[in-house]
């Protein structure tokens, strides 16, 4: 992406080429236009709130010793509020791409397919970073650590608080702007499906467990994801950096295990038996109620699958990397193999010593030549 750079070759206005070299900057200037909209307190300035402010059919004020905390509920007008997030998440991706990646690529001199990779690498590099970080804060705040039951206790969890709402719908944004970005990015023919499966995963995961007020679950199974592509990510970014660098692969290989084995626990531990002994047991939308046995199954049958294929998938990663290994290994031993042979027959043509004298394979000494007098 070319975003905020200098530009040696003009475009015809709203071409193709103009729109993907300039999305970043026309997206900017309407995102100033809604903050300029907020100093109106006309139709202009709640339109532009209604973009900006979290908004929720109803929002619950609760008083507590150190002042009041206000919680809300989601709804349709999360749809505004998630498109205005999408320019600003389309605004920091051009960022991180033009001050960060695209500097490194220039450095790095890498193949097409190479300079793809780093580039996603990158962008994931900063959204896990953030959301483990932001998302293990939510979690030590809001207690789910030392109260483990409040993952299910008093189901359902429609009152959310700010910092909660505010990262589901920062995710929802950041994976609904990565469909256009493949457009922008002109991301290759044969990247697009494993692209669009690895997107449509996120939002299905992140936007159920939003609608099926599941968030605290939802949190706590982002960070631990967050942190497993953190490390895999990294891994990849050094080993395009230097390609002898392979040992955060093996970091990475723990930590994916580890993490599918977490999730599956505490899914299990909280769908199939802690929302099975709740009060409500069943299912209610207006109530935004979904407790009911075939939804629990659903979910359950969902992530567990969703775990099974990452896993097969991983499998087979190291299954890869251990027959290129071993191939590696046996080309290096036949040319080790190669050159001793050939240092052998060398040996043989040149002879060896004995008592001080160079042997042929006879057994015969060779004669010396006598030097001519001039």
């Keep these: ?174 994976w609904i702007h990565s469909l256009p970005e493949l457009y922008f990015q002109r991301v290759r023919k044969e990247e697009i499906p494993r692209q669009l499966q690895y997107i449509g995963l996120y939002l299905l995961h992140i ?29 990849r970014l050094f080993y395009f950096i230097h390609e002898n660098n392979q040992k955060f692969f093996n970091a990475w290989a723990v930590v994916f295990v580890m993490t599918r084995l977490m999730t599956l626990t505490l899914t299990v531990l909280v769908v199939g038996f802690g929302l099975s002994r709740v009060e409500h047991q069943t299912f209610d939308m207006d109530k935004g109620i979904f407790n009911s046995l075939p939804i629990r199954l659903c979910i359950l049958v969902t992530v567990c699958s969703t775990q099974a294929w990452m896993m097969w998938r991983f499998i087979n990663f190291q299954l890869r990397r251990w027959r290129e290994f071993q191939a590696e290994q046996a080309s290096r031993r036949k040319i080790v193999g190669a050159m001793a042979m050939r240092g052998r027959v060398v040996r043989r043509e040149l002879g060896h010593h004995e008592n001080g004298l160079i042997k042929s394979e006879n057994g015969t000494s060779p004669r010396t030549r006598k030097s001519k007098s001039p």
């Excluded at 467990?209 to 982002?222: D, E, K, P, Q, S």
């Design 207 to 235: 936007a159920g467990a939003y609608l099926l007020n599941l968030t605290r679950l939802g949190v706590l199974l982002l960070v631990l994801q967050s942190v497993a592509e953190l490390v895999f990510h990294t891994a």
């Design 1 to 174: 992406m070319a975003a905020f750079r200098k530009r040696s070759k003009s475009c015809p206005f709203l071409s193709q080429e103009f729109l993907i070299q300039n999305h970043a900057d026309i997206v900017s200037c309407l995102v100033v236009l809604v903050l300029i909209g907020l100093m109106f307190e006309n139709i202009l300035g709640s339109v532009c709130n209604l973009l900006l402010c979290l908004q929720s059919n109803l929002s619950l004020s609760v008083s507590f010793a150190d002042g009041e905390v206000v919680y809300y509920l989601y709804g349709t007008s999360d749809l505004v509020t998630i498109l205005f997030y999408i320019c600003i998440t389309i605004i920091l991706h051009a960022v991180v791409q033009e001050y960060a990646l695209d500097k490194l690529n220039k450095r790095l001199h890498l193949s097409k397919i190479k300079h793809s990779k780093l580039n996603e690498s990158g962008q994931l590099i900063v959204l896990h970073l953030t959301s483990g970080i932001w998302g293990f804060y939510i979690v030590v705040t809001e207690g789910y650590v030392t109260n483990p039951s409040s993952l299910w206790e008093k189901y359902p969890h429609t009152e959310l608080s700010f910092q909660v709402k505010f990262f589901f719908l920062c995710q929802l944004s950041y």
